[in-house]
């Protein structure tokens, strides 16, 4: 609260002169959409520090106005909160720039092809890794095989990552690295799959560790570039703070160590993996807020419960419908998480669940409650411990109110649905699609859903994530059966979704997610107004500058 006691004394010191003090910087000829009640639109805004000072008209600018002002023109320019991924994974991201990016394969023969030309550029025996390919456009839409790689790559070992992460294909020379044959068992939270028998090369969810942990690892330099590269993609798009979904020890040392050296603009919520080790030391050393002026907070647990629903990994109460002899399967055992859970409670700890399948909801939902039960709120540091679901994406209806009723936030990517809607009909069929991706009823019921990406698991881009919202149609337009239009909500909830509902969700509604005197000076600057413009136009629409801290930290200069 020091910057309140700040603001309070620079206001009291400027009435007692008959004044105001003056801004560092003033923003003038904006189409700005506060995402306050008191004040929804405004003109203008001032800063000083990096914190706002006045929202409002032009014509009352003057008064926080002197020769030492900067004024920036918006020349029209859309001005919004700024944008929060709420769910993405840093590393992944700038991995994507650097590694073999297999996104846009719509083929199986492309996705060879890709390999193939990979191959010819990697030395004897090395190892090659890619992520980005999905199968669902493929025709037929099936996993590719360890034959189809093995065709191409005989010598060298290779690990490709499904889209969704939960799921990747390798070829025989890495499955014999991992000694992984026919009578290799299956580990929990993970499925070798197998054609006659023989394993053919596809490991969902944890039974890709039985290959990755033979992949060297990458060097603190190569990590640095990739978190680096990560960074300047998410700003030059707009976000202004991201909500990393997850990472472990050594990954916490190397953003503090960015950070201090001030290399690092953005704002970011970071989550630590668990239950394990990483989360044990967590819970020893405690929560840290606000680090290097409210640019880095860890305050999360970031659980992994369930698969994923394109590679039948995800959780589900009934059988899967195109696959009725698997209903997915559980990635954590719940008698491992209750104690953590209740630790966390205790103190003061948010914790996150990557939960897809209806199954897994409701099972999370269950241990949550049972865990707020435990620990009553007189015998926890945070009373309020607003816990989240990440995905939620397949929800049995009667689940749908408990989220609301029990205070867990629904943490949601919209993108999901408009690339899973192609398949989740044959996934699940025509009866559970009722439940999935229902942003409209869980917000009904008394929800806030906090917007995310799943970058680089979709393509990351706020105005994919916006028009999905409140289109609920593929980026060329098609709306199909099963897609439940009436899921989709409006402007001013999308809008929501990636400003102050976030923000909300990270303990940070005081200080962010809207346009107000008080808050932290950021914002996103679009070239058109997407509370306006056609829905097809939204998927045009620029990021002009973003603002962290009353800094413009990235200029479209075309």
């Known amino acids: 609260m020091r910057w309140l006691v700040t603001l309070l004394f620079l206001a009291n010191s400027a009435m007692a002169e008959g004044r105001p003090d003056p801004a560092d910087t003033i923003f003038t000829n904006g189409n700005i959409y506060t995402v306050s ?88 025996g090395k190892w090659i890794t890619g992520r980005g390919w999905i199968e669902t456009f493929w025709k037929p839409p099936q996993f590719p095989t360890r034959a189809d790689l093995d065709k191409i790559t005989p010598d060298n070992p290779v690990f490709l990552t499904r889209a969704d992460g939960h799921a990747a294909i390798a070829n025989s020379a890495a ?33 890709q560790d039985l290959v990755a942990k033979h992949i ?15 960074i300047d993609r998410e700003i030059k798009l707009g976000w202004c703070e991201i909500q990393n979904a997850g990472s472990h020890a050594a990954d ?43 640019h880095f907070t860890q305050r999360t647990i970031k659980v992994v419960f369930d698969g994923a629903l394109g590679s039948r990994g995800a959780a589900l109460l009934k059988p899967y419908s195109d696959a009725p002899e698997t209903s997915g399967f559980l990635t954590e055992k719940e008698s ?18 990557h939960a897809i ?7 999370i939902l269950d241990l949550y409650e049972k865990a707020f039960r435990a620990v009553p709120p007189n015998e926890r540091k945070i009373r309020e411990p607003r816990w989240r679901v990440e995905h939620a994406q397949i929800v049995d209806p009667t689940d749908i109110p408990r989220f609301a009723k029990l205070g867990v936030i629904p943490s949601m990517q919209p993108s999901h649905a408009i690339s899973d809607l192609f398949f989740a009909p044959s996934r699940l069929g025509m009866d559970r699609l009722a439940g999935a991706y229902a942003w409209q009823s869980l917000i009904k019921s008394g929800s806030i859903i906090a917007g995310g990406s799943d970058a680089p698991v ?27 239009p009436e899921q989709a909500v409006s402007r001013e909830q999308a809008l929501k979704m990636f400003t102050l509902w976030p923000a909300y969700a990270a303990f940070e509604e005081n200080d962010k997610g809207s346009i107000e005197a008080g808050k932290l000076a950021d914002f996103t600057v679009l070239s058109v107004d997407i509370m306006k413009i056609p829905e097809t136009e939204i998927l045009k629409t620029r990021c002009e500058k973003t603002i962290i801290g009353g800094k413009i930290v990235y200029e479209n200069r075309q």
Not at 178 to 189: E, L, Q, S, V, W
Not at 357 to 363: I, K, P, S, T
């Open 458 to 484: 979709e393509r990351g881009e706020p105005m994919i994530e916006f028009y999905a919202a409140v289109a609920r149609k593929s980026v060329k337009g098609f709306s199909g059966e099963g897609w439940h």
């Open 216 to 230: 060297p690892k990458p060097t603190e330099a190569e990590k640095e570039q990739a978190f680096l590269l990560g």
């Open 175 to 207: 499955l014999k690295l991992a000694a992984i044959d026919k009578n290799t068992p299956n580990p929990f939270g993970g499925q070798i799959l197998k054609s006659n028998d023989d394993p053919n090369g596809m490991l969902l969810d944890n039974a």
């Open 336 to 353: 491992d998480l209750k104690p953590i859970f209740e630790e966390a409670l205790r103190r003061g700890i948010q914790v996150e669940t």
């Open 357 to 363: 399948g209806d199954r897994a909801n409701q099972l």
């Open 37 to 124: 009640e008191r004040q929804p639109r405004a003109e203008a805004i001032g800063v000083k520090g990096d914190r706002i000072v006045f929202v409002g008209a032009n014509a009352d600018l003057k008064n926080f106005h002197d020769d030492h002002t900067r004024v920036v023109d918006l020349a029209g320019k859309t001005v919004l909160p700024g944008f929060t991924d709420s769910h993405c994974h840093i590393f992944g991201i700038g991995g994507r720039e650097l590694g073999l990016n297999l996104e846009g394969t719509n083929t199986l023969e492309d996705f060879i092809g890709k390999v193939k030309e990979r191959v010819t550029k990697t030395e004897h």
């Open 252 to 294: 916490i040392d190397l953003f503090r160590k960015l950070y201090a050296a001030g290399k690092v603009k953005i704002r970011m919520i970071n989550a630590v993996y668990g239950p394990g080790e990483d989360a044990q030391r967590f819970l020893r050393e405690g929560a840290t807020i606000d680090d290097y002026n409210h």
